[in-house]
């Protein structure tokens, strides 16, 4: 904007400032300020239309007829002033009768005024209401004319919202959008509803006009550099896997935050008297105008990414940096993210959090893992959610059919009760089923366990009939602690677990950290690998940190006290690095008995294979392990050499793919000859489908989320084994194109359970 331009926005904005300062009614108020826009703008109309009752009202006017002020009154979307708001666009007409639009209303007396030109009165990004001046003289107005015509909108919309002079932003909205269904990828099964809540919440500006400009800039300014710095470091972490934002989101990220044109354009904003938060939501609203009127998804998609910029400018310059979980859920929350890490799921108020739905998000991250865990349904690559939701509207989340639907309607609503009433009643039939043993219809027992990773799990134990937990993920504890957790602490969480577990076996797997699951206190694990998940992880991590590794041990046989240990290893490639793990352990064991501690009565051994190298040596660990867990999440990861927690790649290769399959049955067939038992632990082996193939190719246990134990039991109880085992040899003999097809065809022909 030009000084001049600046100055007189800012003549108004000071006067504004005055008006909103004064005694009086709202309505006085308004009266003055359309006075005051007519006179510093030198219009002859000047209008203030605002939203009520689901109407547009015409609140102020200089200029038009004032009889018909409250008397006129517009639908959204009807003449020139209801396209405005519902559109949230700007007009600007020489001639506005020439605008198919165009409305005549007699009792104003407009048809002496040729030009109009409205901007929308936004708040909480939903139009409240227009401003419009019109003249008689046909013309177009300048663009500094519709910009201060927008920064008085901003200012307008303050004094409005303070007032409650309107319908709540969000209800207006609601009225005017109808429901929507969207569909993405389902993470975590079940179903749910409640109110959307954004992760990282959107600023409402409070205040508008600045008592002092030089302050103001320099507040920008600051929170430019500290947005800088931010993306900066997010983008540094990314090329090494951590952050979970894509390297391409990122780079624009950085090209926008570097952008001098639009920190240049909230400057001059700034300049017009507007404070810094108003400054930058001026800025942003102008571009969504805009980008409004370009039919380009490319571009469209870009002003998102510099929407979620803006927002983060916003949230730095007012300091509200927290995420919702620093704020607290008050009621039931469905949480929307780009994408979430396991640790900041774990920080949710879990009575409150219903359900997550998120832009990116994978079948076999750990914030997924983690949300399995704990009963919570995730849909994924649901586009543009962000942008499609207000803040606090309903949302219906069906994570078994992975859709979610926004705003219904109630017979929407009815329909959706009624069948989480159904998939309620048929988990209350798996739970009545949990007393049942897992065999198969020929007499095959199926072991069915549990994986968990903090001690309220361990009581799911009891719910859904498990015969114990096949993994123990001790470095949850690790993720939800703000320090690292000492010996003490760890004992503490083993004791408690067992006892929860009872009779049943419990199998710990020492630390797997660094990879998804970086820990903020300790720094050097977030190592400067460009892969992470093949990187310095797990027990390779372990073993370099033996302190770290001796802690473990040691709290665990101190649990164990009298009973048996079960311990597994993760990520072993190699089998020295079994050997040197349980060395370590027995070292321990050494240690606890010169200390004349109780010693557990037995400690079995065991080691995951994730790893495919470990296949080729197996005749070298069999004979030394007790048992071999096989983790499915990193083993497709690698033998597809594909990123588990790359959204791009969650459905490009399938578990039950020949590769995946036949990979499986040469470890089951190893082990059985050597008689070592195998469960298998990824979340492959929760989903029924996929347990049956397992069970076909022989694994004779499984170790799966608590919400799997129910329908995986139910299919196993409804499977021929022997059947199944000979068919399956055929399809691997010979794999057909679509082997879950295959597999799918089969089990319907047979009467298996599988959904
Ligand atoms: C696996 O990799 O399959 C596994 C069970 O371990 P995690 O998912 O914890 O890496
Ligand atoms: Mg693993």
């Known amino acids: 904007m030009p000084a001049s331009a600046a100055a007189s926005a800012r003549e108004i904005l000071t006067g504004l400032h005055e008006v909103m300062a004064a005694r009086g009614s709202v309505q006085?108020?308004?009266?003055?300020?359309?006075?005051?826009?007519?006179?510093?703008?030198?219009?002859?109309?000047?209008?203030?239309?605002?939203?009520?009752?689901?109407?547009?009202?015409?609140?102020?006017?200089?200029?038009?007829?004032?009889?018909?002020?409250?008397?006129?009154?517009?639908?959204?979307?009807?003449?020139?002033?209801?396209?405005?708001?519902?559109?949230?666009?700007?007009?600007?007409?020489?001639?506005?009768?020439?605008?198919?639009?165009?409305?005549?209303?007699?009792?104003?007396?407009?048809?002496?005024?040729?030009?109009?030109?409205?901007?929308?009165?936004?708040?909480?990004?939903?139009?409240?209401?227009?401003?419009?001046?019109?003249?008689?003289?046909?013309?177009?107005?300048?663009?500094?004319?519709?910009?201060?015509?927008?920064?008085?909108?901003?200012?307008?919309?303050?004094?409005?919202?303070?007032?409650?002079?309107?319908?709540?932003?969000?209800?207006?909205?609601?009225?005017?959008?109808?429901?929507?269904?969207?569909?993405?990828?389902?993470?975590?099964?079940?179903?749910?509803?409640?109110?959307?809540?954004?992760?990282?919440?959107?600023?409402?500006?409070?205040?508008?006009?600045?008592?002092?400009?030089?302050?103001?800039?320099?507040?920008?300014?600051?929170?430019?550099?500290k947005m800088r710095e931010q993306i900066d470091s997010m983008t540094r972490d990314a090329e090494f896997g951590i952050a979970g934002e894509h390297q391409e989101i990122l780079e624009t990220y950085r090209m926008f935050a570097y952008d001098e044109g639009w920190s240049r354009r909230i400057?001059?904003?700034?300049?017009?008297?507007?404070?810094?938060?108003?400054?930058?939501?001026?800025?942003?609203?102008?571009?969504?105008?805009?980008?409004?009127?370009?039919?380009?998804?490319?571009?469209?998609?870009?002003?998102?990414?510099?929407?979620?910029?803006?927002?983060?400018?916003?949230?730095?310059?007012?300091?509200?940096?927290?995420?919702?979980?620093?704020?607290?859920?008050?009621?039931?929350?469905?949480?929307?993210?780009?994408?979430?890490?396991?640790?900041?799921?774990?920080?949710?108020?879990?009575?409150?959090?219903?359900?997550?739905?998120?832009?990116?998000?994978?079948?076999?991250?750990?914030?997924?893992?983690?949300?399995?865990?704990?009963?919570i349904p995730v849909i994924g690559r649901l586009n543009d959610i962000r942008h499609s939701v207000e803040d606090g509207e309903t949302i219906l989340v069906d994570g078994d059919n992975g859709s979610v639907i926004i705003r219904p309607t109630r017979p929407l609503l009815t329909s959706f009760e009624q069948r989480m009433v159904m998939s309620h009643k048929r988990r209350a039939e798996f739970a009545a089923q949990k007393a049942l043993p897992a065999v198969t219809r020929d007499g095959l027992q199926v072991g069915v366990m549990v994986n968990a990773g903090l001690a309220e799990d361990a009581a799911s134990l009891d719910a859904t009939g498990a015969d114990g937990i096949g993994l123990f993920r001790t470095e949850f504890q690790f993720l939800v602690s703000a320090t690292l957790p000492g010996r003490d602490r760890q004992q503490r969480l083993y004791t408690r677990v067992l006892e929860f577990a009872g009779d049943r076996p419990v199998v710990f797997r020492t630390v797997d950290i660094g990879g998804d699951k970086a820990l903020p206190y300790l720094s050097d694990v977030h190592d400067e690998a460009e892969n992470p998940a093949m990187g310095?992880?797990?027990?390779?991590?372990?073993?370099?940190?033996?302190?770290?590794?001796?802690?473990?041990?040691?709290?665990?046989?101190?649990?164990?006290?009298?009973?048996?240990?079960?311990?597994?290893?993760?990520?072993?490639?190699?089998?020295?690095?079994?050997?040197?793990?349980?060395?370590?352990?027995?070292?321990?064991?050494?240690?606890?008995?010169?200390?004349?501690?109780?010693?557990?009565?037995?400690?079995?051994?065991?080691?995951?294979?994730?790893?495919?190298?470990?296949?080729?040596?197996?005749?070298?660990?069999?004979?030394?392990?007790?048992?071999?867990?096989?983790?499915?999440?990193?083993?497709?990861?690698?033998?597809?050499?594909?990123?588990?927690?790359?959204?791009?790649l969650a459905q490009r290769y399938d578990w039950l793919s020949p590769a995946i399959l036949r990979f499986l049955k040469r470890v089951l067939d190893a082990a059985r000859e050597a008689d070592v038992p195998v469960r298998v632990c990824g979340e492959m082996a929760g989903r029924p489908l996929e347990a049956m193939a397992l069970v076909g190719l022989g694994a004779d246990a499984v170790s799966i989320t608590p919400a799997g134990v129910g329908p995986v039991k139910a299919m196993v109880r409804s499977l021929d084994a022997a059947a199944l085992r000979k068919r399956l040899d055929q399809l691997l003999a010979r794999p057909p194109r679509d082997m879950r097809k295959a597999l799918t065809d089969w089990a319907r022909r047979h009467s298996v359970t599988i959904d």
């Open 536 to 648: 310095w992880r797990a027990l390779r991590l372990s073993l370099d940190r033996s302190t770290l590794m001796i802690a473990q041990a040691r709290a665990l046989i101190e649990a164990s006290a009298g009973r048996v240990l079960r311990v597994m290893f993760p990520m072993v490639s190699e089998p020295w690095e079994y050997e040197e793990a349980r060395k370590l352990v027995e070292e321990q064991v050494e240690w606890a008995r010169k200390a004349h501690r109780k010693l557990p009565t037995r400690i079995e051994y065991g080691a995951m294979l994730e790893v495919p190298s470990l296949a080729e040596t197996l005749d070298q660990l069999l004979p030394r392990v007790d048992f071999l867990s096989i983790g499915t999440n990193d083993l497709t990861q690698f033998l597809f050499a594909a990123d588990r927690s790359d959204p791009r």
């Open 28 to 225: 006085s108020k308004l009266d003055r300020v359309v006075e005051l826009i007519a006179d510093k703008m030198q219009s002859e109309v000047c209008s203030i239309y605002l939203l009520r009752d689901g109407k547009l009202e015409l609140f102020a006017t200089h200029g038009l007829r004032k009889e018909a002020v409250h008397v006129t009154r517009l639908k959204l979307g009807e003449g020139l002033v209801g396209t405005i708001a519902e559109e949230g666009r700007i007009l600007n007409l020489a001639e506005a009768a020439h605008h198919p639009a165009f409305a005549y209303r007699p009792e104003t007396g407009e048809e002496r005024f040729h030009s109009f030109a409205g901007v929308p009165i936004v708040r909480l990004e939903s139009p409240i209401g227009v401003l419009a001046v019109q003249h008689a003289e046909p013309r177009r107005y300048e663009d500094v004319e519709i910009e201060a015509l927008q920064t008085v909108a901003m200012v307008l919309s303050e004094m409005i919202g303070a007032a409650r002079l309107v319908d709540g932003a969000r209800r207006a909205r609601i009225r005017s959008a109808g429901p929507l269904r969207l569909a993405g990828l389902k993470l975590v099964a079940g179903m749910a509803r409640g109110e959307a809540v954004f992760h990282e919440p959107r600023v409402v500006v409070e205040h508008t006009v600045a008592e002092d400009i030089e302050a103001e800039r320099d507040r920008v300014y600051s929170a430019f550099r």
């Open 267 to 375: 400057n001059e904003a700034i300049d017009s008297g507007l404070t810094a938060e108003a400054a930058i939501e001026r800025v942003q609203q102008r571009m969504r105008a805009r980008m409004r009127d370009i039919d380009d998804p490319l571009l469209q998609e870009r002003m998102h990414d510099l929407e979620d910029l803006s927002n983060r400018l916003l949230r730095i310059v007012s300091g509200r940096m927290g995420t919702a979980a620093q704020t607290g859920l008050t009621r039931d929350t469905v949480l929307i993210a780009r994408n979430l890490g396991p640790a900041e799921l774990l920080e949710y108020d879990r009575r409150r959090l219903k359900a997550v739905l998120l832009e990116e998000g994978s079948l076999t991250s750990h914030m997924t893992i983690v949300a399995r865990a704990i009963g």
